[in-house]
């Protein structure tokens, strides 16, 4: 049984035995109160104050004062009030601070502009980086800037190639609609632009190839998209051999095939596949080019 409630029982205990003491001596008769001993009282008075005892040590061991109240100093509740209200200042500022930690740095258009042009990132880091954009609605600033460095650098093919590029990502990055027309002939040009002030500029031509070739088959650019993969092929040819140079005879033999050249098309994954024995993607189409057959 608790502390507490065993001095309740005590308590109530004593009460009982007081009235019954009171209420014998009062109520009874002379004779029965002759035949109370005096050894009787004395007994009585003994209980009482035994049980007396049993209180004040029950009261000592609970820590409690007569009045029931704790022995707790007032330096003790102040210390508690402080540890819980700091306690609680901890609790809502540690979802807030989680929060913070978890938010990426806000994007901007400069700080994404330099890390796009940046030559260490590569081809699939830009690819994020350009839907990160879209995310945020910093596409035509961030576009606004690569024609800027177009226009302020014109004889420059590398700024003419990236303003391509650019233009692309705006159309790979933007609900399908009339414009997906406009950024892809704008890129054309641009691409036109670079191919101008260098005509081995294997990044513009082969890109502008790609590009014509995803367009729909009734405008009629897939032609101008071989015509120009097969300048690289002999391009490709002049110089050291580059591990990229591979997709330019899986390209062009996957563009042959649509239009029933076959045997070109596995002729030109044959030529790729002896410069590159390690290419999957140009294996693949081999072995289903002979299986075909």
Not at 134 to 155: I, M, S, T
Not at 163 to 189: H, I, M, R
Not at 196 to 206: K, M, Q, V
């Amino acid at each position: 049984m608790k502390p507490i409630l065993i001095l309740v029982c005590l308590l109530i205990a004593l009460m009982a035995v007081g009235l019954f003491v009171f209420y014998g001596v009062s109520k009874a008769s002379p004779p029965q109160v002759a035949a109370s001993s005096p050894g009787e009282l004395s007994d009585l008075r003994a209980e009482l104050k035994a049980l007396e005892q049993r209180v004040d040590a029950m009261q000592q061991a609970t820590h409690l004062d007569p009045g029931g109240g704790s022995r707790v100093s007032q330096s003790d509740v102040d210390a508690a009030v402080e540890r819980a209200l700091a306690t609680r200042a901890a609790s809502e500022s540690a979802p807030a601070a989680q929060n913070a930690a978890a938010t990426p740095p806000k994007l901007d258009a400069q700080t994404a502009f330099a890390q796009l042009t940046d030559p260490s990132v590569n081809w699939e880091e830009r690819r994020k980086k350009w839907s990160e954009l879209a995310k945020a609605g910093l596409l035509d600033e961030v576009l606004a800037l690569y024609e800027k460095q177009a226009a302020e650098n014109p004889n420059d093919t590398k700024a003419q190639t990236a303003l391509g590029n650019a233009y692309l990502n705006k159309l790979f990055n933007s609900p399908q609609g009339p414009e997906a027309g406009v950024w892809g002939t704008k890129a054309d040009k641009a691409f036109d632009r670079a191919l101008a002030l260098d005509d081995h500029n294997w990044e513009a031509r082969y890109v502008k190839a790609v590009s014509l070739s995803n367009w729909p088959a009734f405008l009629g650019k897939q032609p101008e998209a071989i015509a120009n993969l097969e300048i690289l092929v002999q391009q490709q040819s002049q110089g050291p051999l580059q591990p990229h140079y591979a997709q330019t005879y899986l390209i062009l033999g996957n563009l042959y095939k649509p239009t029933g050249k076959n045997d070109q098309a596995l002729a030109m994954w044959q030529q790729g596949q002896a410069l590159f024995p390690n290419d999957a993607e140009i294996q693949k189409q081999i072995q289903l080019a002979q299986q075909q057959h």
